[in-house]
């Protein structure tokens, strides 16, 4: 094969990631609320700062292997040549500079980001209760009194602040196109804050492995105004079902690929209830409500034992 049929081939070649990206969703690079925005900015940083070095070892590569080949009799031969001042510190400082860079960048974004952090914004946030069941998602809304399956909705330009635990296994709560993901833990509570910037609906799944029934482990994040919200809450509330400490084992139990389901009121200690019942030999499962007293100032003992964040136990009513 002549050097021109090798140059005609890479750039054929050169197309196949764009064909191999064009039946995906880039929902990582087109974020819907600012959470996404500020991560999207800080891949596109990291990504330019690396490709500095990058580009250049890989175009230098090609032009040596192509100066230096065999076959040119032109090429100076030095098989004695050993240092170069130059090149020693175009190759160190040139990187040391862009680490720093990429340091700084990354401990500043890493505060700014941290999941825990409430967003800054004069609206009022609202809460949602998130529990990962096998395998469903349970989304508890305690100042409106509702519960929903797999179906999420709230006012957009609002901060959402999410409390997120889960029935039994480990499972990752992640809508792309807003923002960060985070883990949901039986036992314990984690936090994430988010906000949609656009109206729309967006997918939200688990990211972790957590079973057969994983692949339908799948929600719809809804985002719309204040009063498509409060008809999506009215909507809900019309519903007779109700989830309490009775009825949340049926609802509980292992099953794939569950509709959305509407209830139209929900005990307030059943979150409090599900976060402290692995606690204690399991004595607040029992579901009396004089437990419920004690269930914030325990989930904050529990998560300090488990080497959590102590922001990670706080609120948990």
Not at 18 to 39: A, F, I, R, T, Y
Not at 231 to 236: A, C, K, L, T
Not at 275 to 291: P, R, T, V, W
Request: with cysteine.
């Amino acid at each position: 094969m002549n050097p021109k049929q090798i140059t005609s081939l890479l750039k054929r070649l050169a197309w196949l990631p764009l064909l191999m990206l064009s039946g995906c969703k880039m929902v990582l690079l087109d974020p819907k609320g600012q959470v996404g925005v500020d991560e999207k900015s800080l891949i596109i940083t990291a990504t330019l700062l690396m490709l500095i070095v990058v580009i250049p070892v890989i175009v230098m590569t090609l032009v040596f292997a192509w100066k230096y080949r065999a076959s040119n009799t032109k090429a100076t031969y030095r098989p004695n040549w050993s240092h170069s001042t130059a090149i020693e510190l175009v190759v160190w400082i040139i990187p040391c500079v862009i680490v720093a860079i990429l340091g700084t960048i990354t401990w500043k974004t890493t505060h700014e980001l941290d999941p825990y952090r409430p967003l800054d914004s004069d609206v009022k946030p609202i809460e949602v209760q998130v529990v990962s069941l096998d395998w469903k998602w349970l989304f508890i809304y305690p100042e409106q009194g509702i519960a929903t399956v797999n179906e999420l909705a709230f006012p957009v330009d609002t901060p959402v602040n999410f409390k997120i635990t889960s029935q039994s296994a480990m499972n990752s709560f992640f809508i792309p196109a807003l923002g960060s993901q985070i883990y949901s833990m039986a036992g314990m509570q984690t936090k994430l804050h988010l906000i949609a910037n656009h109206e729309g609906s967006y997918d939200g799944f688990s990211a972790n492995l957590s079973g057969e029934g994983f692949s339908d482990m799948k929600f719809q994040a809804i985002a719309t105004d204040e009063q498509g919200f409060n008809d999506w809450v009215s909507q809900v509330k019309a519903n007779s079902e109700t989830l309490d400490l009775d009825s949340y084992p049926a609802l509980a139990a292992p099953s794939k690929a569950d509709p959305v389901r509407y209830y139209g009121s929900v005990s307030p200690i059943l979150y409090d209830t599900i976060l402290m019942q692995y606690h204690n030999g399991g004595k607040h499962a029992a579901g009396h409500e004089d437990h419920a007293g004690h269930a914030g100032h325990e989930a904050h003992e529990g998560a300090e034992m488990a080497g959590m964040p102590m922001n990670a136990a706080e609120e948990t009513h």
